[in-house]
């Protein structure tokens, strides 16, 4: 039988790690890891943009609900659906972003359109 250490120890039966994007290597600058890094916040924006548009969607449809009940004509309804179109218009950005072959390679251009938006 092992002893306490022995056992983890032998690291022979694990899985070979996978390489992070951000591993030492030697021969990038650091504008190229700050590069890589902006790129990857700009990815993860996009990601989270359709949680997003969902729980914004449901709180536009309940402020919706509720305008309705004070009198003022057609507001309530075309500000319901100017921000129906807006989270469309975003949706549209996000599926744009994922057929992009480039889009790594361009973090500002794509993070201007999110701010955008």
Known sequence: MKK????FADRSNTRPRKAMMLDYQPDRT???IRGTVFGEQ??????LI???LVASFIVSFVMWLLLLSIPGGRSPHWWFVSMGLMHLGRYLSVLVFRK???????????ARRYVMG
Do not use: C, F, M
């Open 50 to 52: 359709p949680p997003n």
């Open 42 to 47: 700009v990815a993860l924006a996009y990601r």
């Open 4 to 7: 306490a250490g022995e056992r």
């Open 100 to 110: 992009s072959e480039g889009a790594a390679e361009r973090p500002l251009v794509w």
């Open 30 to 32: 650091q504008e190229d």
